[in-house]
């Protein structure tokens, strides 16, 4: 948890999980307009932007790059993360 600045108390420290990162990155290249992911998940539309633009560049730049290896190895880092500090995945209608 980290401390709220404004309120002298403990704040909520969450992250999207890979899946709903993914899930946006799928929904925007279905044509969903940034607006209505954000509305779907609960999250600014600066971070749904910001979502698309993190998986772009994995698919497009980074993997073809380093590897689908590389790619693996990040999502068992990202899984000991997790163990740390859960991911809050926003929305209500995620499967």
Not at 54 to 67: F, T
Request: proline content about 5%.
């Amino acid at each position: 948890m980290t401390v709220d600045p404004w309120n002298k108390g403990k704040g909520i420290s969450a992250s999207l999980s890979p899946r709903a990162v993914d899930t946006i990155y799928e929904l925007y290249l279905q044509g969903w307009t940034v607006r209505d992911i954000s509305k779907r998940f609960g999250i600014l539309p600066a971070r749904t932007k910001f979502c698309v633009w993190v998986r772009a560049q994995l698919y497009h730049e980074i993997i073809p790059k380093l590897g689908v290896k590389f790619y693996l190895r990040a999502l068992r880092y990202e899984q000991r993360y997790n163990e740390n500090q859960k991911f809050c995945d926003y929305g209500l209608d995620i499967p």
